[in-house]
């Protein structure tokens, strides 16, 4: 049975975040995280508490709370794992200055995180290149933004990526840049490999083993760009990575509606048939030549040092109670 010691000294923010980030109000990987750690310093000032020991089931009961909320998220818990993990001290009033301390520095990192990344990214980007994007990635962009400021000249082969065309936003993106943009359907990418300097993707998130989890079409995408040789690397903040990959936990591919794929009223046409819409693929770390994040460019097989320095060793659950 769950302990719930502390669930009745919630206060009023963390609820009002919790149903923000459940009924999508608030989303988006960085936001949702950002939210997250921000609750947590509320209810850590808020909390009117003079032993440690609740104080700290009190922390935990707020971290379930909004935890529920988007359970297979990638950056919500990471979020509660970096704020909960530095949470020492003999008092209440040390436990909470250290959550503040470490609420602080984690939003200030995300305000960070995009234009270091984009730094970093735009250092692999050469004057004249012409990179080749999939779907669309605010972080991918950001490196794209970053090596434009440098006075680097650009251009871009835009893959449309079906069946939600989400290239479309990337080009528009790129467009309002003043950067050129040829946009391609998905099966033509090997054809305009040959034409590419670079291939820049984004991550919904990333495995300890440095394997990328993205857009589908990403796989087959790193895999043609190894076989011609054009370099691949994956844009991600740090809040994409993966920490329970490294108790083996297999990340789990979802599976969008059948209707993106095809109308029902055309599928009726054809007759009975299967329709598969998997939203993401994973790319082994073998065809990924680097992950960029705002703290610096790794080889995929690397990774998996930084997650272990910014969220600790394993599949932790510190909101759980002992």
């Known amino acids: 049975m769950t302990d719930d010691r502390g669930a009745a000294d919630l206060v009023p923010a963390v609820e009002d975040t919790a149903e923000s980030i459940a009924s999508m109000e608030i989303r988006g990987a960085a936001t949702i995280a950002g939210a997250a750690a921000e609750a947590l310093a509320e209810q850590a000032r808020g909390t009117d508490v003079d032993d440690p020991a609740r104080f700290r089931a009190t922390m935990r009961a707020a971290a379930r709370r909004l935890h529920e909320t988007r359970p297979t998220a990638v950056s ?14 003999e008092d209440v009033e040390a436990l909470r200055r250290r959550v ?9 990192r ?8 984009g730094e970093v990214g735009a250092n692999r980007l ?37 069946p939600r065309k989400q290239g479309h936003i990337t080009a528009e993106a790129l467009r309002e840049l003043d950067v050129p943009v040829t946009l391609i359907v998905d099966s033509a990418a090997r054809r ?4 590419a300097d670079h291939v820049l993707v984004g991550a919904d998130s990333i495995a300890a083993d440095g ?8 796989s087959g995408l790193a895999v043609n760009a190894r076989e011609r040789g054009v370099p691949i690397m994956t844009a991600a903040q740090t809040i994409k990575l993966h920490p329970e990959t490294l108790t083996g936990h297999t990340v789990e591919i979802e599976t969008r509606d059948e209707d993106e794929v095809i109308d029902p009223e055309t599928r009726a046409g054809i007759g009975d048939i ?29 990774i998996v040092t930084l997650m272990r320095e910014l969220f600790g060793d394993g599949a932790q659950t510190p909101w759980a109670e002992p």
């Open 110 to 117: 995300l305000g960070e995180a995009r234009d270091r990344l």
């Open 100 to 108: 503040v301390r470490a609420s602080a520095r984690f939003t200030r």
């Open 76 to 89: 919500l818990p990471n979020a509660l794992r970096y704020v909960l993990q530095r949470m020492e001290g």
């Open 126 to 162: 050469q004057d004249g290149d012409v990179v080749m994007t999939h779907c669309h990635s605010t972080d991918a962009l950001a490196c794209i933004e970053a090596a434009l400021d440098q006075g680097k000249s650009l251009s871009a082969i835009v893959k449309e990526t079906r």
């Open 211 to 218: 394997s990328v989890i993205n857009k589908i079409g990403t």
């Open 274 to 302: 299967a329709v598969e819409n998997p939203a993401f693929d994973v790319t082994p770390p073998r065809y990924m030549d680097a992950i960029v994040t705002e703290s610096g460019q790794f080889p995929p097989e690397s």
């Open 192 to 195: 305009y490999l040959d034409e």
